[in-house]
């Protein structure tokens, strides 16, 4: 390779300057590339990011409200956590389809699978409320454990049970909400699940404060009002992409004739259930893994329960783009294995999981930075507020770790392979992560901060997992080819 200098030349021969050439074309894109991927990447983060900018606005709001207060909201959201993810679970194996069917241009495919998440969506809430009617103290007393920290465990216990029974008016429009929002981005119109995000957040949040603090003549209801407030959020949400897709048969030709029938191809059902189920169960198991390693955190006390609710929250901001880098990755490398495009997609998703580990490693240093400026916001004890920065830096330095497992999930979930996601998710959490938390919460007395760490730790394993799954290129399947 010859670089012109001036009027004569120099050759550069140097083998570092080949191999960094090679790197930079192996790993890092063209403006094209960073162009398509800012197209899909930045309404996604825009809503996750104002979502949860507003989430901790509201967890501040409770927060002022006392310690039980926010420890009852948290405990809830645990629970709303586990129906959430399962909700995700279910409508993500039909979104597999939807982002293929997509990528070839079929309205009615994706018709099919809109139907279908819409289905399992209602047969979804009517489980979670029924669950949660029945089943409530139980599963909330699950996480009540009082080491003598100066908090109220009745008092807790009430205000939890009070925001659970509000929240349950909004499973239903937040389970349709998302079977439309996720067909959606899945389509490549991200804009409008994002603008309906953002709308259904500025409501959320000028409820809190009306209803929270009992403002403008309304009534003071503490931790009920928080629960109102995200209902009526939930039904604006809901409102708008239902009204847009309905109303755009150019852009959304699928929601032509939706609701004149729920009549799905039953070889189509069949791929979907055999493809979705582990899916399902996975994302299920997962949340249930999720929840079941924060009560083994919770048998350290109340405190570190209020610690873990400042700290999530936080994390939470800092890991949109996390969050948002797997939804990118599911739709673009959907979309060319829908369209055929075997030889290009895997340069695509090495380039995404740079750039995703990159901008979390950014982000984990970010929070690093300014972890002790939140907790200082809430109306709590000085030693919750210093636990939850400690939380915090830990959960930092395992971002880029936890950015990379989340692409390489999506990867493999986006060719179907979704067993295979199953073992890799779950069936890790719950075979090695869950014993190892549960034997150290019953039985030593390790502290709550060696304790987190130990198991952010075991991601190391599930690393090299991933790194092997992609390498083997197994996830490379166009699905619905037929």
């Avoid at 993810?85 to 409508?91: E, N, R, S």
């Avoid at 899916?279 to 929840?291: Q, V």
């Amino acid at each position: 390779m010859i670089a012109y200098i001036g009027t004569g030349c120099v050759r550069l021969t140097h083998p570092f300057f080949f191999a960094k050439l090679s790197f930079m074309k192996k790993y890092i894109g063209d403006r094209k590339f960073y162009r398509m991927v800012l197209k899909v990447a930045i309404p996604i983060v825009i809503q996750f990011g104002i979502s949860n900018f507003v989430n901790l606005l509201d967890n501040i709001m409770v927060g002022r409200l006392g310690t039980e207060q926010m420890t009852g909201v948290s405990v809830v959201n645990q629970l709303m956590f586990v129906f959430n993810l399962a909700l995700f679970g279910a409508i993500s194996g039909p979104g597999i389809f939807t982002a293929q069917y997509a990528g070839q241009k079929n309205d009615e495919g994706v018709r099919h699978t809109l139907r279908f998440k819409l289905i399992l969506g209602f047969l979804l809430s009517v489980a979670g409320v029924l669950v949660f009617v029945f089943l409530k103290d139980t599963l909330i007393m699950l996480f009540l454990h009082d080491n003598n920290s100066g908090i109220d465990l009745a008092s807790t216990l009430t205000s939890a049970k009070s925001y659970l029974f509000a929240m349950l008016f909004g499973l239903f429009p937040f389970a349709v909400s998302c079977c439309y929002a996720g067909t959606l981005r899945e389509c490549g119109e991200t804009n409008v699940p994002m603008i309906a995000g953002v709308v259904a957040i500025l409501v959320n949040l000028c409820f809190n404060y009306i209803l929270i603090f009992g403002h403008f003549g309304a009534p003071r209801l503490g931790v009920t009002g928080a629960a109102i407030a995200t209902v009526i959020s939930r039904y604006v949400e809901l409102l708008i992409v239902v009204i847009w897709t309905h109303t755009h048969k150019q852009r959304a030709g699928y929601g032509v004739g939706l609701y004149r029938h729920f009549t799905i191809p039953g070889a189509l059902v069949r791929k979907i259930i055999i493809m979705g189920t582990p899916l399902f169960l996975n994302e299920f198991l997962w949340s249930m893994g999720m929840s079941s390693l924060t009560q083994c955190y919770s048998m350290r006390g109340l405190d570190v329960v209020a610690a873990f609710n400042i700290s999530n929250t936080i994390v939470n901001l800092f890991n949109v783009v996390l969050i948002s880098m797997g939804n990118v990755v599911s739709i673009i490398i959907g979309q060319q294995l829908g369209a055929g495009d075997t030889e290009g997609v895997v340069d695509t998703d090495r380039k995404l999981i740079t750039l995703g580990v990159l901008t979390s490693a950014a982000m984990g240093g970010l929070l690093i930075a300014l972890a002790p400026v939140f907790p200082k916001f809430y109306e709590t004890t000085d030693d919750i507020r210093n636990l939850a920065v400690e939380l915090m830096r830990i959960a930092a330095l395992f971002m880029p770790i936890g950015s990379y497992l989340n692409c390489a999930y999506f990867t493999i979930r986006s060719g179907g392979k979704t067993f295979i996601t199953f073992l890799f998710d779950s069936v890790y959490l719950w075979v090695l992560c869950f014993p190892i938390a549960f034997v150290i919460s019953r039985f030593t007395t390790l502290s709550i901060l060696p304790f987190y760490m130990i198991i952010l730790s075991l991601d190391l394993v599930k690393l090299v997992i991933g790194a092997i799954l992609l390498k083997k290129r197994i996830w490379i399947n166009n699905i619905v080819s037929e």
